[in-house]
């Protein structure tokens, strides 16, 4: 964490369930976003706390005709606790296995303010792809029409699938840059949105409003692919966060 910053909110999983002050399930349809195949559902079978660590874990079923379905979790904190810049950071060890892809990202509080998705902004601080667990992704998603800026990094050694590593955003009016475990990999400084029909929104918009912070792991999609006999759907396939933390500049 950097130096002029002080804790504002933290998250250590710590008890025996999630804290719903500060989180909120979410349910979505398979192909809701991206073509992915899991179904969102609400409850402790996809996303629950245990050994003070959040565990995300995506299910396979296979009715009795042999059509095979997919579930997983996704929380977030909208409305119950949101940021307007600083420094995010989470403990995190990704799932393995093809058609996984865990995140820690966060969307807008009011989405609307600028204009639905992509307009209103992105920030992707977490993306690994289950097949390829030594290489993590960071991404901006703004503007109409949709633009984005990517920046990846990795591991010399070791694997985001089996060890934790700590992925981090600091986010300032003018820059944000990614880290990992400590280490800039990616920084961007400019960016722009609009509504159709309308001049562009005045820099830094759209990241000049308060964002929220999800978690989840999707199945299959447009990026990952979907998942194949290699696949696993055991303890190997289930994202764990030691900790989600939020630090803010100390005088702004």
């Known amino acids: 964490m950097k130096e002029g910053y002080r804790l504002?909110?933290?998250?250590?999983?710590?008890?025996?369930?999630?804290?719903?002050?500060?989180?909120?399930?979410?349910?979505?349809?398979?192909g809701w976003v991206n073509q992915e195949l899991q179904e969102y559902l609400e409850g402790s079978d996809y996303a629950y706390v245990k050994d003070g660590k959040l565990v995300i874990w995506p299910h396979k079923h296979v009715d009795e005709n042999g059509r095979v379905t997919y579930t997983s979790g996704r929380i977030n904190t909208l409305h119950k606790q949101g940021f307007q810049y600083g420094w995010f950071e989470a403990r995190i060890k990704v799932p393995q296995g093809k058609g996984f892809l865990p995140a820690f990202?966060?969307?807008p509080v009011e989405e609307a303010f600028y204009g639905q998705w992509p307009k209103c902004g992105e920030i992707d601080i977490m993306e690994v792809l289950g097949h390829q667990t030594d290489c993590q992704y960071a991404t901006i998603h703004y503007g109409e029409p949709h633009r984005q800026q990517q920046g990846s990094y990795t591991l010399e050694s070791g694997d985001f699938a089996k060890e934790y590593h700590v992925f981090a955003c600091q986010w300032e009016p003018d820059r944000i840059s990614?880290?990992?475990?400590?280490?800039?990999?990616?920084?961007?400084?400019?960016?722009?949105t609009a509504k159709e029909g309308e001049d562009r929104k005045p820099y830094p918009a759209p990241f000049d409003q308060p964002f929220?912070?999800?978690?989840?792991v999707a199945v299959g999609g447009v990026w990952p692919g979907e998942p194949d006999d290699t696949t696993p759907?055991?303890?190997r396939a289930a994202m764990k966060v030691d900790y989600v933390r939020v630090y803010q500049k100390e005088t702004v």
């Open 105 to 107: 990202w966060m969307m």
């Open 178 to 192: 990614f880290y990992v475990d400590g280490e800039e990999i990616c920084a961007v400084t400019d960016w722009f």
């Open 8 to 30: 504002v909110w933290e998250e250590q999983f710590d008890g025996d369930a999630l804290n719903m002050d500060n989180w909120s399930y979410e349910c979505h349809q398979p």
């Open 233 to 235: 759907f055991d303890e």
């Open 212 to 216: 929220y912070i999800i978690l989840n």
